[in-house]
C-alpha cells in the first residue's frame, strides 16, 4: 500500500504565487521527511528535510511545515518562479532499518509566467 | 565533488544482451543504492548497498545483479530483461545508513529494452 499520500498530482500556479504540496503518513516509526525535486530527465534533488521534532524548516524561499499529530507535512513554495516548474515527490524514512524512503506518489508543478 | 555520476546515460538492448550500468560518487559515502523510475512515477528501491555488503534486495528478479567493487562504485547488470524493465535507472548515495542521511541521487540512466 502507498506508505506516504501525496496531493495534488498537478499544481498550476501563477509567477509569484505560493504553490503548496501536501503528504499523509500512517506510520509512526517514521522520522526524516525529505522533498524532492525533479525535472524532465533528470535524478531527483534534494530540497530541503525536516526531523519530526521541528514544527517548521525555511530554506529560501522553500518551506515544510511538519504536523506530527496529524501525521502530515507539506511543502510552500514561495515566490513561484517558472524555472520551480518540476515534479517534487515528498518522502519518509523508518527510525530503525536501511534508510531506504518511501515515496509519494509525486505532484508535477507548472508555473505560468 | 558533490555529485553522483553514471553512466551511460541512455543504452538500448535486445532481450538477450548483457550490459552493466555504471554509478560512482566522491563524497566519502558508505551506503549506494539503485532505483527504478517509470514515467510519471516515484522511484522504487532495488538494491542498497552499505560498506560494499548488500543490505536490502527488494525481490528483485534475478535478471539484475548489482555489485559494490569499492566504497566509490556500484553497478548493476543486466541480462535477458523484457520490455517492461524499461525504465529509468537511478543511482543514490548517502553518508550511511544512520537517521537523518540524506540521499543523493545521479542523473539515471535511461533503459530501453527492445
Known amino acids: 500500500q502507498q506508505q506516504v499520500k501525496q496531493s495534488p498530482q498537478s499544481l498550476i500556479v501563477q509567477k509569484g504565487g505560493i504553490s503548496i504540496i501536501n503528504c499523509a503518513y500512517e506510520?509512526?516509526?517514521?522520522?526524516?521527511f525529505p522533498w524532492y525535486q525533479q525535472f524532465p530527465g533528470k535524478g531527483p534533488a534534494l530540497l530541503i528535510a525536516?526531523?519530526?521534532?521541528?514544527s517548521e524548516k525555511k530554506e529560501g524561499r522553500f518551506t515544510i511545515s511538519f504536523n506530527k499529530s496529524a501525521k502530515q507535512f507539506s511543502l510552500h513554495i514561495m515566490d513561484s518562479q517558472p524555472g520551480d516548474s518540476a515534479t517534487y515527490f515528498c518522502?519518509?524514512?523508518?527510525?530503525?532499518?536501511?534508510?531506504?524512503?518511501?515515496f509519494g506518489t509525486g505532484t508535477r508543478l507548472t508555473v505560468i509566467p | 565533488d558533490t555529485e553522483v555520476t553514471q553512466t551511460p546515460k541512455h543504452l538500448v538492448m535486445g532481450m538477450t544482451n548483457k550490459k552493466s550500468l555504471k554509478c560512482e560518487q566522491h563524497m566519502g559515502h558508505r551506503a549506494m543504492y539503485w532505483y527504478k523510475q517509470k514515467a510519471k512515477k516515484p522511484p522504487e528501491l532495488m538494491f542498497v548497498y552499505s560498506y560494499e555488503k548488500l543490505s536490502i534486495n527488494e525481490s528483485v528478479p534475478s535478471r539484475f545483479s548489482p555489485e559494490c567493487p569499492n566504497s566509490s562504485l556500484l553497478n548493476l547488470h543486466l541480462h535477458a530483461l523484457q520490455p517492461e524493465d524499461s525504465a529509468l535507472y537511478l543511482c543514490?548515495?548517502?553518508?550511511?545508513?544512520?537517521?537523518?542521511?540524506?540521499?543523493?541521487f545521479g542523473p539515471g540512466t535511461r533503459l530501453t529494452v527492445l
Open positions: 525536516i526531523r519530526p521534532d521541528v
Open positions: 543514490a548515495s548517502s553518508q550511511d545508513l544512520a537517521a537523518y542521511r540524506g540521499q543523493f
Open positions: 506510520n509512526t516509526a517514521f522520522d526524516y
Open positions: 518522502a519518509a524514512r523508518r527510525a530503525t532499518g536501511a534508510n531506504n524512503l518511501f
